[in-house]
């Protein structure tokens, strides 16, 4: 079992920025994948980046360039969103994949207004 807690999200104006943030209950290290994922309304959730077992990363293109994900300590990642966008409204969820099961945490709401 993992538990995964997000942290960060909120209000921002286009072109500002926002960092959020997954504790998860393991050391991230054991852990297969771990990364954010969002849901807009009326749309189907997606990735937005991950980090990989092997240490890569991986990005969705609409986010190359304006976001970063990083590991912070043993237990915590988290993902830098510069240069927001109205379109990046969205309820972003931690996401980690471990031991053949994925895990979810509870969300958190991002909103960037024009």
């Known amino acids: 079992q993992v538990q995964l807690v997000e942290s960060g999200g909120g209000l921002v104006q286009a072109g500002g920025s926002l960092r959020l943030s997954c504790a998860a209950s393991?050391?991230?290290?054991?852990?297969?994948?771990m990364g954010w994922y969002r849901q807009a309304p009326g749309k189907q959730r997606e990735l937005v980046a991950k980090l990989t077992s092997g240490g890569g990363s991986n990005y969705a293109d609409s986010v190359k360039g304006r976001f970063t994900i990083s590991r912070d300590a043993k237990n915590t990642v988290s993902l830098q969103m510069n240069s927001l966008k109205p379109e990046d409204t969205a309820v972003y969820y931690c996401?980690?994949?471990?031991?053949?099961?994925?895990?979810w945490g509870q969300g958190t709401q991002v909103t960037v207004s024009s």
């Open positions: 996401h980690a994949f471990y031991v053949g099961n994925d895990y």
């Open positions: 393991k050391t991230i290290f054991s852990i297969n994948a």
